[in-house]
Nanobody, 126 residues
Framework: VQLQASGGGLVQPGGSLRLSCAAS????????MGWFRQAPGQERELVAA????????YYSDSVKGRFSCSRDNAENTMSLQMNSLKLEDTAIYYC????????????????????WGQGTLVTVSS
């Protein structure tokens, strides 16, 4: 599966931004997806993870209650709605995917993902 992330930009603290990830290629199989981010000088970290059916998304503690992740399998897209953005949310955001054996599998480690988008930069600054 090929992934294309978009929607990044410059936003003030407290603002909102919506990221999208479009999947193409062999999308008829089950595949889990996730959002990760990497700030300068830091390791890549999980933001949110979704199973194929999108039930019970997983969120990191740092974004829980502020970010919301969803997917539309008919359109092969995944979105990340980011609200109440903070300075520390500044990072390059990547979407990842991996094929699974069923619709309920969810993965929270970067090493579990095989396919990655190119990343989209989110800058939170006043």
């Amino acid at each position: 599966v090929q992934l294309q992330a978009s929607g990044g930009g410059l936003v003030q603290p407290g603002g909102s931004l919506r990221l999208s990830c479009a999947a193409s290629g062999r999308t008829s199989n089950w595949y889990a997806m996730g959002w990760f981010r990497q700030a300068p000088g830091q390791e890549r970290e999980l933001v949110a993870a979704l199973s194929w059916n999108g039930v019970n998304p997983y969120y990191s503690d740092s974004v829980k209650g502020r970010f919301s992740c969803s997917r539309d399998n008919a359109e092969n897209t995944m979105s990340l709605q980011m609200n109440s953005l903070k300075l520390e949310d500044t990072a390059i955001y990547y979407c990842g995917a991996r094929y699974t054996h069923g619709p309920d599998y969810i993965y929270t480690k970067g090493s579990d993902y095989r396919y990655w988008g190119q990343g989209t930069l989110v800058t939170v600054s006043s």
